[in-house]
């Protein structure tokens, strides 16, 4: 699987810009922007960086298909976790605590 077409058909999928994806990985726009503009093959370190940026795992960004079968109230849950910010991603992780309770 080439990265960078599964880095743009996540940016697809979540509707995020080059810009959003620096921002969530933590990674300068430059370096995002060379992926795509230079032809440049992201590294590892990198690759971690963007995965966590997306909310999800290097097997799930290699992966083909789902690695796990999910029902589909299970899936809308997952995308949209994956478009939360840490800070909301917390309140919810907080609220299902004290809903177990």
């Known amino acids: 699987m080439d990265a ?3 880095i743009r058909e996540l940016l697809t999928e979540l509707n995020w810009s080059e ?3 620096a ?3 933590g990674l300068s ?3 995002v ?3 795509f503009n230079r032809n440049t093959t992201p590294s590892v370190a990198t690759l971690e960086m963007i995965c966590k940026g997306f909310g999800i795992t290097l097997a799930q960004f290699f992966a083909e298909g789902s690695m796990v079968e999910l029902t589909e ?3 809308q ?3 949209a976790w994956r478009t939360l910010s840490p800070e909301q991603k917390d309140a919810i992780s907080h609220l299902i605590s004290v809903m177990k309770k």
């Open 73 to 75: 109230e299970q899936q």
């Open 77 to 79: 849950m997952f995308e």
């Open 23 to 25: 921002i969530e990985s």
């Open 33 to 35: 922007a060379n992926i």
């Open 4 to 6: 960078k077409q599964r």
């Open 19 to 21: 810009y959003r994806l």
């Open 29 to 31: 726009q430059s370096t």
